[in-house]
């Protein structure tokens, strides 16, 4: 008897979103690294072009200025989950776009709908350009950057959880308590929900995962098997 062939898992664009602290990050290095897929960080885009502003004398509280400047940086992303990379007009970004200041001040800069326009479009290119398929976190992927992804995930966790993990990431000067921390994370989910352009939202069609009780191991798996699941269906259309 004839064995038929095997079928290869098709390529997918999965989506996964969520407020800070949630593991998206990790989850997502993980699940493409694992899966063999490209990775795109759309957090660290927003960053980089807040650095920009804040290198620059632009006043990020000015939102005339800042969709002014907007179309200046030229902001290039690496996709290969192993090692990342960010860079603004050619200087490596990624450990400027962490400090503190950046983080005051990214949400009034993502809050800027030229900003966002500007920024969606390259996150687009990015993912129509994968062609092993990639997996693209950040807030507003699945209800507005990519409605139409194989696979949304909406990943969430209690402010206590959150807060705890945040702040295990913060080192020296920037390391703060829990308390401190929590409402940091509080304020800003108010700023991102509450943005006229794409705020942060679950999109309607996306699974939502609580990892405020879950190992990241535990969520790494869970988004394994549901991408591996949307790879399936796709190939099998």
Do not use: H
Request: glycine share 6%; with cysteine.
């Amino acid at each position: 008897m004839e064995i038929p062939a095997r079928t290869a898992p098709a390529a997918v664009i999965v989506a996964i979103d969520g407020p800070a602290g949630t593991g998206k990050s990790s989850t997502s290095k993980a699940v493409a690294a694992k899966l063999g897929l490209g990775y795109l960080d759309t957090g660290a885009q927003y960053r980089a072009i807040t650095w920009w502003m804040l290198s620059n004398g632009v006043d990020v509280d000015d939102a005339v200025a800042v969709a002014d400047a907007s179309v200046k940086p030229a902001i290039v992303s690496g996709t290969d989950p192993a090692a990342p990379t960010i860079t603004v007009d050619g200087l490596d970004a990624a450990g400027p776009i962490r400090t503190q200041e950046v983080t005051s001040a990214v949400s009034a800069v993502s809050a800027v709908p030229e900003v966002r326009t500007r920024i969606t479009e390259l996150q687009r290119e990015i993912a129509a350009g994968a062609p092993e398929g990639i997996v693209v976190e950040g807030r507003d992927i699945g209800s507005t950057v990519l409605p139409d992804a194989d696979l949304k995930i909406f990943l969430t966790a209690s402010p206590e959880a959150r807060a705890a993990r945040r702040s295990g990431e913060l080192t020296g000067k920037e390391a703060a308590d829990l308390a401190a921390t929590r409402e940091a994370l509080v304020k800003r989910d108010a700023a991102d929900s509450s943005r006229k352009t794409s705020p942060l939202a679950k999109a309607a069609d996306a699974v939502e995962v609580d990892t405020t009780d879950l190992t990241l191991e535990q969520v790494i798996e869970c988004v394994v098997t549901l991408t591996e699941a949307a790879m399936a269906a796709k190939a099998a259309r």
